[in-house]
């Protein structure tokens, strides 16, 4: 029995409704809460991203210790190339050290600096 379920992940922000936008239209999900430090995005089921406003906030370096990623999202999608250029159109940027195109996924950053990958299963 699990003791708890996964409600939503989190991501730290300078500008919780530019990254909200970004990752809803490269997921297709929908904005469901707007506030001033918080906006909410969701696919209308159980998942959920959330941005929190960290006025001060300080992208990670990856790969690197001194700001660690500490985590990343993993997203599949059918085609790298033509998602690639999808993600770096809404503003993404290709990450120059690519340790897995040969594994199938490429790492970007968002608009705020949060790596990420896109993948083919």
């Keep these: 029995m699990a003791i708890a379920r996964m409600r939503s992940v989190v991501l730290d922000c ?4 530019l990254l909200a936008a970004f990752y809803g ?4 999900w929908e904005i469901t809460v707007v506030e001033d430090d ?6 209308g089921s159980s998942g959920r991203l959330c941005f929190q406003l960290v006025p001060d906030h300080r992208p ?3 790969p690197g210790a001194d700001r660690p990623q500490q985590f990343h999202l993993d997203l599949t999608v059918d085609d790298l190339d ?5 993600t770096v159109a809404l503003g993404a940027t290709k990450h120059p050290y ?3 195109e040969k594994d199938g996924f490429r790492v970007f950053l968002d608009p705020a600096g949060h790596p990420f990958c896109l993948c083919v299963d």
């Design 14 to 17: 300078p500008d919780p409704k």
């Design 98 to 100: 690519q340790p897995g």
């Design 25 to 28: 239209a490269l997921l297709g």
């Design 82 to 86: 033509e998602a690639e250029g999808a």
């Design 60 to 62: 990670p370096v990856w």
């Design 38 to 43: 918080w906006v909410v995005i969701s696919d």
